[in-house]
Nanobody
Framework: VQLQASGGGLVQAGDSLTLSCTASGREVSTYVMGWFRQSPGKEREFIAEINFTPGDTEYSDSMKGRFTIFRDNDKNTVYLQMNSLKLEDTAVYYC????????????????WGQGTLVTVSS
């Protein structure tokens, strides 16, 4: 499986931004797709995950409310909508594909996307 993430950029605090991650390869529809982020000097942090069918989701408790994960099955693409962005949301955001919800949460995945940088300014 190959993952292509995009959508990062420079935004102001309070803005919204939506990241996308397109998966290609065999049996993509069977994967669980997740989003993570890593800020400078910090460990990688799990944000949310979703399966293509039926679209079940799981979120990190700290990410609930402002972040929404959703998918477009026809495009094999998963999105991360981020609202009310804060300075501390500045990070490189990664998508990942794995076999199940538990595996993806702990980073045991088949593949990682290349990362897309989100910078939130005041």
């Amino acid at each position: 499986v190959q993952l292509q993430a995009s959508g990062g950029g420079l935004v102001q605090a309070g803005d919204s931004l939506t990241l996308s991650c397109t998966a290609s390869g065999r049996e993509v529809s069977t994967y669980v797709m997740g989003w993570f982020r890593q800020s400078p000097g910090k460990e990688r942090e799990f944000i949310a995950e979703i399966n293509f069918t039926p679209g079940d989701t799981e979120y990190s408790d700290s990410m609930k409310g402002r972040f929404t994960i959703f998918r477009d099955n026809d495009k094999n693409t998963v999105y991360l909508q981020m609202n009310s962005l804060k300075l501390e949301d500045t990070a490189v955001y990664y998508c990942a594909a794995g076999p199940g919800f538990l595996e993806v949460q702990i980073g045991k995945v088949f593949a990682w996307g290349q990362g897309t940088l989100v910078t939130v300014s005041s």
